[in-house]
C-alpha cells in the first residue's frame, strides 16, 4: 500500500496531499503535517517499481531516436517509485510512512526537502 502509515503513532492511516499541504485525515477532522508539529522528516529508502526500468529504458531510446515523448515516459517511470520515510513529532514520538512521488513533492515544497 502507498501513502499510509505504516508504523508508530496513527499506524494504518493514510496520508493525502492536495494544492495546500500533506495531511492525515480522520473522519471529518484532518491533521495537517506542518513545521509546526513535525520536527523533521528523514528519508530512510526508496524502491522502484518493475516499470521503472522499462519506462527509463523507452524514455532514453525515444530520446536518442529523436521522438519527444522521451520525457514523458521518464516521468512516468518516477511516478512508479515509492518512498519509506520516518516523520518525528515535537512531542518525541514518530511515524514510518511509505508514500508516493506526488506526496513527497508535496512534503518537499513544505518541508525544504532536497
Known sequence: MVNVV???RFKGKRIKADCEGAFIPFG????????????HIRLMSATQNRSFLSGFIRGFFAKWLGNTAWLSAIQS???KSQFRIRIAYRDGTASVCVIDSRVLDQLAVTFDLI
Do not use: S
Not at 471529518?28 to 520536527?39: A, F, N
Open 6 to 8: 505504516t508504523a508508530g
Open 28 to 39: 471529518r477532522e484532518h491533521l495537517d503535517i506542518t513545521p509546526e508539529i513535525v520536527d
Open 77 to 79: 517511470a518516477q511516478g
